[in-house]
């Protein structure tokens, strides 16, 4: 279902459904020196660009008309969800079908003045997702791990009962739904590779723990990133902002004074790596390990 896919075009029948709402704005969204203090440079300048807040598509859309185009857009995808579900419901079958319901992809609305995704702040990298199937989890939710959608193919061929294929990186997360106890991932490789058509994000590499995420950026002399996200889930207070990267990648590491610091931030480049080794990723061999 391609509902909110840009453009956003809601049902006639939802249309104008919020014109009278106040959008709300993240707390990161205004254009002040507090909000970018320690950000990269190319955060900011993204801002009046294609996938920023003062410049979306080509300044062809207000931010607030977006957001509501969105909201009323989504109704469309909430009544299709419902007739399927009422469909399910009327022949019996409710109880014992596992229905997995989640967007392809997060999305930015002004948080750090951007829209969209492509970088590795929370709102792009993170993805709804309600798996239900009341004969399997008694209508409880999960305790929060670590999720990804690579997981969603293995965990629909156990379910099935199918084997899953040894080539196959994600994990199935029935024993998650079955309340099993079982080993799980505790941190995850991000990727973005730099689009031509979308110059103003460079290539990120990231990890993500249950704890920090850790960005890295390739092709721009900037500054690294590093949130704690139990004590700043906003990204506000990035822990490496006054570590400019200057020449190579190894600077990073070389200007980090605090030794538990440097130590932290080499435990999660090791880390990086070894998850692009494992993964049979290409590591250039002029990135700083």
């Known amino acids: 279902h391609k509902a909110v896919h840009h453009e ?12 009278n709402i106040k959008v709300p704005k993240p707390v990161s969204f205004a ?21 920023g807040v003062d410049g979306m598509y080509n300044h062809d859309f207000d931010f607030d008309q977006f957001y509501r185009d969105y909201c009323e857009t989504v109704c469309g995808v909430d ?10 419901e009327q022949q019996g079958l409710a109880e014992d079908t596992l229905v997995i319901f989640m967007g392809d992809n997060g999305f930015l609305f002004g948080e750090h003045g951007l829209i969209d995704k492509r970088c590795m702040y929370e709102p792009s990298i993170r993805v709804p997702m309600i798996a239900h199937c009341p004969a399997l989890t008694k209508g409880s939710a999960v305790e929060e791990r670590m999720t990804l959608n690579i997981d969603i193919a293995p ?17 199935s997360f029935m024993p998650l739904i ?16 730099w689009e031509r058509a979308f110059p103003q994000t460079p290539t990120v590499l990231g990890l993500r723990t249950d704890q920090y995420s850790f960005m890295r950026f390739q ?52 880390k990086l790596f070894g998850i692009l080794r494992e993964t049979e990723g290409r590591i250039d061999p002029t990135w700083s390990m």
Not at 31 to 51: A, C, I, L, M
Not at 155 to 171: E, F, K, R, S
Not at 222 to 246: A, I
């Open 31 to 51: 254009n002040t020196e507090e909000n970018y203090r320690g950000k990269p440079d190319w955060v900011r300048r993204q801002r009046d660009s294609w996938h």
């Open 219 to 270: 092709g721009i002399w900037d500054l690294y990133e590093l949130y704690d996200m139990q004590k700043d889930p906003d990204q506000m207070s990035n822990l490496l902002g006054d570590v400019r990267l200057t020449t190579q990648a190894g600077d990073v590491l070389n200007q980090i004074r605090d030794s538990d610091m440097k130590n932290m931030v080499q435990g999660f480049q090791n």
């Open 8 to 19: 956003f075009k809601p049902a006639p029948r939802h249309k104008g459904k919020y014109n």
């Open 178 to 193: 079955r309340r099993q106890n079982t080993a799980w991932r505790t941190e995850f490789l991000y990727e973005y590779f």
């Open 155 to 171: 965990t629909i061929l156990d379910a099935a009962g199918v084997q899953v294929p040894g080539n196959m990186h994600g994990l």
């Open 79 to 88: 009544d299709s969800i419902g007739r399927l579900m009422d469909t399910l």
